[in-house]
């Protein structure tokens, strides 16, 4: 069963509007962080924002906010005023404290376009 | 501060050959991860290592190995290379035994022909 689904394969947005990304995701562990990753064409991964599944307050980074509702399963990424570097893909990725290690699983990503 | 680093940037093998990837990670950080990449799909993750040791394996099979040095520093081995391993293979470090967030390298594009 797939853990992190990003329903939106492509988005489009002008410069200086707001978007969201969606992701949901499904754990049966009580402990667990989310994040959210940027991957320019170059290929890199750039670490974006993080919730952990205890914290109460949505984590806020710059113009990055995630929407944190638990009990909908989504962590769903908001980017304000867009700007045209934000142009990349975007990858939830979900971490659970029960295993040995801290692998991360990522869903399949979101493209964003933006233009001026 | 140096972030990761990975060598090489590219590379181009033939099938049955076998392949090795490095990652030398962030400063402070003592924990690495390998994921692979294929293209328009998500990163998969292959294995971590911690106290040059594997601590973690995802679905991937035995040609897959791995090894982690004193110094932190970690290479991906893969033999007998089929087609299907084309991909961006990512690096990614964390501290705190790997609690920490992941921080990912350039990555290495191997081509498989």
């Known amino acids: 069963a797939q853990k992190i689904t990003q329903t939106q394969p492509g988005m489009f947005v002008q410069e200086k509007e707001a978007v969201t990304l969606d992701c949901t995701y499904d754990t049966s562990d009580q402990s667990y962080g989310l994040f959210w990753y940027k991957q320019p064409s170059s290929g890199e991964m750039i670490f974006l924002i993080y919730q952990g599944s205890y914290d109460e307050q949505n984590a806020t980074e710059g113009r990055y906010s995630l929407n944190f509702q638990k009990a909908r399963k989504s962590a769903n990424l908001v980017i304000s005023a867009s700007q045209l570097g934000d142009s990349a893909m975007y990858f939830c990725?979900?971490?659970?404290?029960?295993?040995?290690?801290?692998?991360?699983?990522f869903g399949k990503g979101t493209t964003l376009s933006v233009s001026s | 501060d140096a972030g990761v680093t990975q060598s090489p940037t590219h590379l181009i093998k033939t099938r049955g050959q076998q392949v090795t990837l490095r990652c030398s990670p962030k400063s402070g950080h003592d924990t690495v991860s390998w994921y692979q990449q294929a293209l328009g799909q998500g990163p998969q993750f292959i294995f971590q290592?911690?106290?040059?040791?594997?601590?973690q394996r995802g679905n991937f099979p035995d040609r897959f190995s791995g090894h982690q040095f004193p110094n932190y520093s970690s290479e991906l081995n893969v033999n007998a290379l089929l087609l299907g391993d084309s991909a961006l293979y990512l690096c990614?470090?964390?501290?705190?035994?790997?609690?920490?967030?992941?921080?990912f390298g350039p990555g290495t594009r191997l081509l498989v022909l």
């Open positions: 990614a470090s964390s501290g705190g035994g790997g609690l920490e967030t992941q921080y």
């Open positions: 290592y911690y106290e040059e040791e594997e601590r």
């Open positions: 990725a979900m971490r659970e404290y029960n295993q040995a290690g801290t692998a991360l699983i």
